[in-house]
Nanobody, 124 residues
Framework: QVLLVESGGGLVQAGGSLRLSCAAR??????MGWFRQALGKEREFVAA????????YYADSVKGRFTISRDNAKNTVYLQMTSLKPEDTAVYYC???????????????????WGQGTQVTVSS
């Protein structure tokens, strides 16, 4: 069982920044991803990172504004969010793919462990 715990969400004005963190007991061998779900909408991909951190993917809507990174020594993955917009408002979820050799996928079904989510609210 992989327990993922997100933190760092909150209320911020448009144009501001937040950094989300996702801590796990062990995840150095897992591909990791961030997804978000706005009220009344389906969960959508935000960013993903490979096990080594050498490969990253981003949704077009956040490219250039968000940065995913990881510190395997601290078992933590981060999502640095800048230039936040009201449409970024959502519950943000951290996800892990523990399958051997798995890469950083963009679909929710590719991940088998999920955190509880952290709310990000961007006011206009």
């Amino acid at each position: 069982q992989v327990l993922l715990v997100e933190s760092g969400g909150g209320l911020v004005q448009a144009g501001g920044s937040l950094r989300l963190s996702c801590a796990a007991r062990t995840f150095s061998s897992y591909a990791m991803g961030w997804f978000r779900q706005a009220l009344g909408k389906e969960r959508e991909f935000v960013a993903a990172i490979s096990r080594s951190g050498g490969t990253t993917y981003y949704a077009d809507s956040v490219k250039g504004r968000f940065t995913i990174s990881r510190d395997n020594a601290k078992n933590t993955v981060y999502l640095q969010m800048t230039s936040l917009k009201p449409e970024d408002t959502a519950v943000y979820y951290c996800a892990a793919n523990s399958r051997t050799g798995a890469g950083p996928g963009t679909g929710p079904s590719e991940y088998n462990y999920w955190g509880q989510g952290t709310q990000v609210t961007v006011s206009s």
